[in-house]
């Protein structure tokens, strides 16, 4: 894409307001922006524990911030490691399950 483009995301006037070109560095308000909150359940433990509410950019980030853990989205259901909800406005809640990634 050529920079005079009006979908170039780096061309003079065409970033949505409050959002830097990829040359200008984030700002602490640009990065809340952009997370989001994630209700994270921990399925690693027998012992039942209240889910925790975590401020992330993505569902893996939420469960390494939670649990101090690595997943991914798919893997063996016996290293199932949690289940992270979150909502957009406007749209359905959503699910996904995240599993330990083996060694």
Same mark, same amino acid.
């Given at each position: 894409?050529?920079?005079?483009?009006?979908?170039?995301? @780096?061309?003079?006037?065409?970033?949505?307001?409050?959002?830097?070109?990829?040359?200008e560095?984030? @700002?602490?308000?640009?990065?809340e922006?952009?997370?989001?909150?994630f209700?994270?359940? @921990?399925?690693?433990?027998?012992?039942?524990?209240?889910?925790?509410?975590?401020?992330?950019?993505?569902?893996?980030?939420?469960?390494?911030?939670?649990?101090?853990?690595?997943?991914?989205?798919?893997?063996?259901?016996?290293? %199932?490691?949690?289940?992270?909800?979150?909502?957009?406005?406007?749209?359905? %809640?959503t699910m996904?399950?995240?599993?330990?990634?083996?060694?």
């Amino acid at each position: 894409m050529s920079p005079s483009s009006p979908f170039c995301v @780096d061309s003079p006037g065409t970033n949505p307001p409050g959002l830097p070109s990829s040359s200008e560095p984030l @700002d602490a308000t640009a990065i809340e922006a952009m997370l989001r909150q994630f209700r994270v359940v @921990d399925l690693t433990s027998e012992e039942v524990r209240p889910d925790v509410l975590v401020d992330a950019a993505s569902p893996e980030d939420a469960v390494a911030q939670a649990l101090g853990l690595k997943v991914a989205r798919s893997g063996a259901r016996s290293n %199932l490691a949690a289940r992270v909800y979150w909502q957009m406005p406007n749209s359905p %809640l959503t699910m996904v399950r995240l599993y330990t990634l083996e060694p």
